[in-house]
T-cell receptor, first 114, second 114 residues
């Protein structure tokens, strides 16, 4: 596989469920990102992992928990979500330096919380 | 904080030229990106400007004026497949993190009609 892949592509879950979103990048990048895209809103940065740091958007609720075991894999653990969390969740990767941070996106996971 | 404005929707005719504008107010500007996003798909990278002037890449060109906080994306010889949302994103100092991250506009939905 090439580029950035995400699984699952679609997910429907109840408010009491626990699920995880997975992202894998095959570009040799060393930074990975989670974004949330809701209807009629801009892409919202949730979390960043890179060699030097982890960045969090302080407005993201604690029911979203990221995990980055290595530079190629990124997870987003979900628990006790709310209906307003329904959105497209996009993963991206980039190099930290150079034409730095041109970010390449995965296809996204369409999440519906019932 | 960061503020990025772009028109919500535009319509243009196949074969014509269209210009999508983006204005921004940010702290610590470090580059501006344009992405294309077809409905239900991932954003794909189109162009990057960090210095003032025009960058040309085939049918697409992007212009930046840092002093005016202004950019535009120019699409020539429009094709039906160019119907998509076009996202303006600015890399700037991310609040509280001391690092540079992308902040996205809401996107401009372009409809190309015959």
């Amino acid at each position: 596989e090439t580029g950035v892949t995400q699984t699952p592509r679609h997910l429907v879950m109840g408010m009491t469920n626990k699920k995880s979103l997975k992202c894998e990048q095959h570009l040799g990048h060393n930074a990975m990102y989670w974004y949330k895209q809701s209807a009629k809103k801009p892409l919202e940065l949730m979390f960043v992992y890179s060699l030097e740091e982890r960045v969090e958007n302080n407005s993201v609720p604690s029911r979203f928990s990221p995990e980055c075991p290595n530079s190629s894999h990124l997870f987003l653990h979900l628990h006790t979500l709310q209906p307003e969390d329904s959105a497209l969740y996009l993963c991206a990767s980039s190099q930290v330096a150079g034409q730095a941070g041109t970010q390449y996106f995965g296809p996204g996971t369409r999440l519906t919380v019932l | 904080g960061q503020n990025i404005d772009q028109p919500t929707e535009m319509t243009a005719t196949e074969g014509a030229i269209v210009q999508i504008n983006c204005t921004y107010q940010t702290s610590g500007f470090n580059g501006l990106f344009w992405y294309q996003q077809h409905a239900g798909e991932a954003p794909t990278f189109l162009s990057y400007n960090v210095l003032d002037g025009l960058e040309e890449k085939g049918r697409f060109s992007s212009f930046l004026s840092r002093s005016k906080g202004y950019s535009y994306l120019l699409l020539k010889e429009l094709q039906m497949k160019d119907s998509a949302s076009y996202l303006c994103a600015v890399r700037a100092l991310y609040s509280g993190a001391g690092s540079y991250q992308l902040t996205f506009g809401k996107g401009t939905k372009l409809s190309v009609i015959p």
